[in-house]
């Protein structure tokens, strides 16, 4: 007997991940419901390669019979709905920012801190962390465990697609205008994108800090551990999808590269791939389309008593946001949901 699943906001580019990885995986369900606002009931959505939903109106909708809710429809929207689900006894895996920092919510990556899975039994609610801090502490886990991390100093490098399908058609609009002299107008952008950075992601706060780099810092020291330091920048580039990430840390005990590298190539979910020659490394092109939390430019940093510096690249929309998604359903239906 398989689950009944929903996929919330199955329009955006998340919700569309999450059908695909679905399919992908053999995910044992009986039944998938794709779920939208009242403008795009009726829409069709793929499911896999040659199966097709109709969206259905999420405003309506009665999540009674329910297993799971994977849900990305915006943090505002989830506010409403995915209390909603859970009061019907539907489980919700929930991508939006909401519900990350609340006490009795957990925030999960599974290769990290799956055990934490077993609170959502008291909301019924589990947050999927922000889409940079999940490849981040993919990364840091085995390193953790190993020498302790005490500080991470991590700039970002982040793909337009984490702002959404209108982010990647405003990259794409600014590029081809730039070759045929159209003005160029930022919308979804405080600045031009095309062939250009930003070094501001969501709204800033009263330290000088924006909210995406709060979101690194106060994530990690939920999921991994509340001693971790973590300084970041975050920073918007011209890239549809795919984020890289500067990583520096400082451990508390003194660990070396070798070290460091095979703890790295035995950790699940994480992919080394590290020649100390030119493109000895992973680009966020590669990593588009693939699960792994990528590793390269593996290297002391000297800076620091034990410290290492490398590169971390990921696809945000499967790991960053989908694939987490859905590898939190497999463990919940494996330990918790046993049918």
């Given at each position: 007997?398989?689950?009944?699943?929903?996929?919330?906001?199955?329009?955006?580019?998340?919700?569309?991940?999450?059908?695909?990885?679905?399919?992908?995986?053999?995910?044992?369900?009986?039944?998938?419901?794709?779920?939208?606002?009242?403008?795009?009931?009726?829409?069709?959505?793929?499911?896999?390669?040659?199966?097709?939903?109709?969206?259905?109106?999420?405003?309506?909708?009665?999540?009674?019979?329910?297993?799971?809710?994977?849900?990305?429809?915006?943090?505002?929207?989830?506010?409403?709905?995915?209390?909603?689900?859970?009061?019907?006894?539907?489980?919700?895996?929930?991508?939006?920012?909401?519900?990350r920092m609340e006490?009795?919510?957990?925030?999960?990556?599974?290769?990290?801190?799956?055990?934490?899975?077993?609170?959502?039994?008291?909301?019924?609610?589990?947050?999927?962390?922000?889409?940079?801090?999940?490849?981040?502490?993919?990364?840091?886990?085995?390193?953790?465990?190993?020498?302790t991390v005490r500080?991470?100093?991590?700039?970002?490098?982040?793909?337009?697609?984490?702002?959404?399908?209108?982010?990647?058609?405003?990259l794409f609009e600014?590029?081809?205008?730039?070759?045929?002299?159209?003005?160029?107008?930022?919308?979804?952008?405080?600045?031009?994108?095309?062939?250009?950075?930003?070094?501001?992601?969501?709204?800033?706060?009263?330290?000088?800090?924006?909210?995406?780099?709060?979101?690194?810092?106060?994530?990690?020291?939920?999921?991994?551990?509340?001693?971790?330091?973590?300084?970041?920048?975050?920073?918007?580039?011209?890239?549809?999808?795919?984020?890289?990430?500067?990583?520096?840390?400082?451990?508390?005990?003194?660990?070396?590269?070798?070290?460091?590298?095979?703890?790295?190539?035995?950790?699940?979910?994480?992919?080394?791939?590290?020649?100390?020659?030119?493109?000895?490394?992973?680009?966020?092109?590669?990593?588009?389309?693939?699960?792994?939390?990528?590793?390269?430019?593996?290297?002391?940093?000297?800076?620091?008593?034990?410290?290492?510096?490398?590169?971390?690249?990921?696809?945000?929309?499967?790991?960053?946001?989908?694939?987490?998604?859905?590898?939190?359903?497999?463990?919940?239906?494996?330990?918790?949901?046993?049918?």
């Amino acid at each position: 007997m398989g689950y009944k699943v929903a996929v919330i906001g199955a329009t955006g580019n998340v919700g569309r991940e999450m059908l695909q990885i679905l399919a992908e995986r053999n995910f044992p369900a009986d039944e998938v419901i794709a779920l939208a606002s009242e403008r795009s009931v009726g829409k069709e959505v793929s499911y896999g390669d040659d199966k097709v939903l109709k969206i259905k109106n999420l405003a309506t909708f009665d999540f009674k019979g329910v297993d799971i809710a994977l849900s990305s429809p915006g943090a505002s929207v989830s506010a409403v709905h995915s209390p909603r689900a859970a009061a019907a006894g539907c489980v919700v895996i929930d991508n939006t920012s909401h519900f990350r920092m609340e006490p009795d919510v957990p925030l999960v990556v599974p290769e990290v801190n799956p055990d934490a899975i077993a609170g959502y039994k008291k909301r019924g609610i589990i947050a999927n962390p922000n889409c940079s801090t999940i490849q981040m502490v993919v990364a840091l886990k085995p390193l953790h465990k190993l020498a302790t991390v005490r500080r991470v100093v991590v700039s970002t490098y982040q793909s337009v697609s984490g702002a959404g399908k209108d982010a990647m058609d405003e990259l794409f609009e600014q590029s081809r205008g730039i070759f045929v002299n159209d003005p160029i107008r930022p919308e979804k952008f405080p600045k031009q994108i095309a062939f250009n950075v930003i070094p501001q992601i969501d709204k800033f706060m009263e330290d000088g800090s924006t909210k995406e780099e709060w979101k690194m810092m106060v994530e990690t020291r939920k999921i991994l551990d509340p001693d971790i330091a973590v300084q970041a920048t975050c920073v918007r580039v011209p890239v549809f999808v795919s984020h890289g990430e500067a990583v520096a840390v400082e451990f508390a005990h003194p660990i070396t590269v070798e070290e460091a590298r095979e703890a790295l190539k035995s950790a699940p979910g994480i992919s080394v791939v590290d020649h100390r020659e030119p493109g000895g490394y992973v680009t966020p092109v590669e990593s588009t389309g693939e699960d792994a939390v990528y590793i390269s430019r593996l290297r002391k940093d000297s800076s620091v008593a034990n410290g290492l510096a490398f590169w971390c690249v990921s696809d945000n929309l499967r790991k960053g946001a989908a694939l987490n998604a859905v590898q939190i359903a497999e463990v919940l239906i494996r330990d918790y949901l046993k049918k």
